[in-house]
């Protein structure tokens, strides 16, 4: 099997050739078609995350494939069904069937192996800030993973999205996904847009950038409005002025899905299956992930951390 191993802090990732696994007992072999690209695992390689794994290590975090073997006591898994699960770039993985999840017939292995974090993530961020029908959802960095299902999700439930990005190319795409308003931040105010475009304030801020215009985003808010807290993709945390959270009541909810989900496998178990049935019931649709080979893993890291990426990107064994 392959697999892409990163041997120490920002020195280019590299494939090497593995001994297969064997699925035990209550296990199945996976060949694993597509792995997800997610911006943590280009922060991990380059030192910034905030928990480093021993080197040397394999990135990665989500993954879909098919069943291709299955070891004793297996029920409901055979050879042939598609899946989704968690872990990192390898051509082959052995699960416990109780990590797997099988794809809706309308879920292509590409979009299933970018939906695990993103959509996830965002189902968690929603329920804590209960999102509404008819609210107005600030997307900032709209055009990435994170964004994308935070307008995906948003939309489903009723709520309408205005796309924060920064430039037209990036804006166009969020259009096309269906946001309702959109605010270019490096040309325009995002204080002042936003609020046009929401008569008054936002009721609640999707932030995965940080930076410069996380305050502007804030101030965006209108009364009672919440403001997720889900990373800083511009490698930049912002400070922000605490009176501006007292002003008009507003919220700051920090969002911590990796750390939560880990600690709630139950829970995190439920969402899934919540996010899958959406899914077959053409509730929510997944943009299709562009592709890289396993070969070209450093270049895709480097994409991800330079923000060269719009929307999501698999890894192809």
């Not at 020195?11 to 996976?30: D, F, H, K, M, S």
């Not at 009176?243 to 995190?268: F, T």
Request: hydrophobic share 40%; aromatic share 6%; net charge negative.
């Amino acid at each position: 099997m392959k697999a892409v191993i990163c041997d120490a802090i920002g020195e280019p990732v590299r494939v090497v050739e593995q001994e297969t696994p064997e699925p035990g007992a209550g296990e199945v072999l996976i060949e694993v078609q597509a792995c997800g690209l997610n911006y943590v695992d280009a922060l991990i390689c380059r030192g910034g995350y905030q928990v480093q794994p021993k080197m040397p290590y394999t990135p990665g975090s989500e993954f879909a494939g098919t069943v291709v073997g299955v070891g004793p006591g297996v029920e409901g898994f055979s050879p042939g069904n598609r899946v989704l699960g968690r872990g990192g770039y390898v051509s082959h993985a052995v699960r416990p069937v109780a990590a797997l999840n099988k794809l809706p017939d309308n879920m292509s292995i590409d979009q299933a192996a970018t939906f695990i974090q993103s959509y996830s993530t965002l189902c968690y961020a929603y329920e804590r800030a209960r999102l509404a029908e008819g609210e107005t959802v600030l997307v900032l960095g709209a055009s990435g993973g994170i964004g994308r299902a935070a307008m995906d999700l948003a939309k489903a439930v009723g709520a309408r999205v205005i796309a924060a990005a920064s430039s037209e190319k990036r804006l166009d795409a969020c259009r096309a996904a269906g946001a309702d308003g959109a605010v270019n931040y490096a040309s325009e105010d995002l204080k002042t847009r936003a609020r046009e475009l929401s008569d008054g304030g936002v009721d609640l801020v999707v932030d995965p950038v940080g930076g410069d215009v996380a305050e502007s985003a804030l101030r965006a808010l209108g009364y009672l409005g919440r403001y997720l807290v889900i990373g800083f993709a511009s490698g930049t945390i912002p400070k922000f002025p605490i009176n501006q959270v007292l002003l008009r009541n507003r919220n700051m909810v920090g969002i911590d899905w990796g750390a939560w989900s880990g600690a709630h496998p139950k829970e995190q178990g439920e969402i899934l299956v919540r996010l899958l049935a959406m899914m077959e019931a053409r509730e929510i649709s997944p943009q299709e992930p562009s592709t890289y080979p396993f070969e070209r893993a450093q270049d895709a890291l480097d994409d991800l951390y330079e923000r060269r990426m719009i929307g999501k990107a698999v890894l192809i064994p």
